[in-house]
């Protein structure tokens, strides 16, 4: 089977890592009997340089007739000083957008071979915890209704979170499907105590729910959720949240997890087609020295290959050779810590965990 592949560097240390994953993904193919063609398109700043705008047309519809994205990161002090609308980062949002992507998916693992860069506490990190943050993408809050008016103690402003049934009943859907690949227990996070939206929220997820029996669901408040992050992190297998609430949460869990250079993403729409990134930016600070780690990139390919393309076995293959390499003790600069272990670039660790596949 031929699967399109558009990839969208980006910047800083973009290109570095989507190259990692990009030689990755051909020896997954050679090793399985998959074709994966691959085409570039630019985005962010080095679209701007090129181009005059950080997404070009050509770009989105190089992605919307592909099978699915691979995107590094965009973004850097070179741009920072453009107006809003010129900025790198309106290239994610309009891409986002323009492929209908409502579903964030952002595993949180602890691998207990890097367990010292963990900042919780020893007795926490020894049950281990692996999750997935299912956020809602594309309502609530960030996209309500919002602005500036004169209210009783003078100039105010307000931001809305509206959130449709439709909308919601999707992303629980995709929050019960995922737990179904997983250990099917889903925890879904609201406030229904105070806000109208969350009650909305908590009574369409039982709804969805009744069309899962197989799947465990419970409810918790949010601000009791970012306690139990770092209290007993876990107990969490899927955890379903709204755009705001998943936004501050998955950024907790990523922290907890020790490093941001491990963590993939996905994010998804009604079809397979996906945009798959790392969590982190583009490094500057790291660009073009071989000094990144390529792991979070390498690992959002392997959820291309689960959740894009059905390829379960390939993907599975993927995460072991990553856990192999962590478990042999190899490491990029990123996660050495004070192991005094010499790191390898970005090229060495993305040879090391080819040879684990
Ligand atoms: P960042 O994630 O790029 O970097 C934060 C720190 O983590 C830096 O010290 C960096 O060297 C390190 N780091 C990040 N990824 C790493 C990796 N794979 N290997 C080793 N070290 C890694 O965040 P920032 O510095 O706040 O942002 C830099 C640029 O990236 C900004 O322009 C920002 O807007 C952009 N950004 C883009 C995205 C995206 O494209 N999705 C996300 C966040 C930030």
């Known amino acids: 089977m031929t699967y399109n592949i558009a990839l969208v560097k980006g910047d800083g240390i973009g290109p570095e890592i989507v190259d990692s994953a990009v030689r990755v993904l051909e020896t997954i193919g050679a090793r399985y009997g998959h074709s994966f063609k691959f085409k570039e398109w630019l985005a962010g700043g080095c679209a701007i340089d090129a181009t005059g705008t950080p997404l070009p047309e050509e770009t989105v519809e190089g992605c919307l007739t592909s099978d699915s994205v691979l995107l590094g990161a965009v973004g850097g002090p070179k741009w920072d000083g453009l107006p809003g609308n010129l900025r790198p980062e309106k290239a994610l949002l309009g891409l986002r957008s323009a492929m209908g992507l409502y579903t964030n998916l952002r595993p949180a693992k602890l691998y207990l071979a890097l367990k010292e860069e963990c900042p919780l506490r020893s007795d926490i990190v020894a049950q281990g915890f692996d999750l997935m943050m299912v956020r809602e993408l594309t309502g609530g809050i960030y996209f309500g209704e919002r602005g500036r008016r004169e209210g009783k103690y003078g100039p105010e402003a307000y931001d809305t979170e509206t959130y449709s049934v439709l909308e919601i009943e999707r992303i629980a859907r995709a929050a019960f499907e995922t737990a179904r690949k997983r250990r099917r227990n889903v925890i879904s996070i609201d406030k229904a105590n105070v806000l109208e939206t969350s009650r909305l929220w908590r009574e369409t997820v039982h709804r969805v729910a009744e069309d899962y029996p197989d799947v465990t669901l419970s409810d918790m408040l949010v601000d ?18 709204s755009n705001m609430f998943g936004d501050i ?9 020790g490093s941001i250079g491990l963590l993939p993403s996905a994010s998804l729409g009604a079809t397979k087609r996906g945009l798959y990134e790392p969590i982190h930016g583009s490094a500057p600070d790291i660009a073009g020295m071989d000094r990144a780690n390529p792991i979070a990139t390498i690992l959002s390919a392997a959820m291309m290959l689960r959740y894009a393309f059905d390829l379960s076995e390939e993907a599975d293959a993927i995460e072991s050779a990553v856990d192999a390499a962590l478990n042999e003790g190899l490491r990029t600069a990123d996660i050495v810590g004070a192991s005094g272990i ?10 090391a965990i080819i040879t684990r596949l």
């Open 224 to 241: 009791n959720a970012a306690m139990q992050l770092v209290r007993r992190p876990s107990q969490f297998d899927v955890v379903l949240t």
């Open 249 to 257: 949460l998955s950024d907790e869990a990523s922290q907890i997890t």
């Open 342 to 351: 010499r790191p390898l670039g970005c090229r060495e660790m993305t040879d």
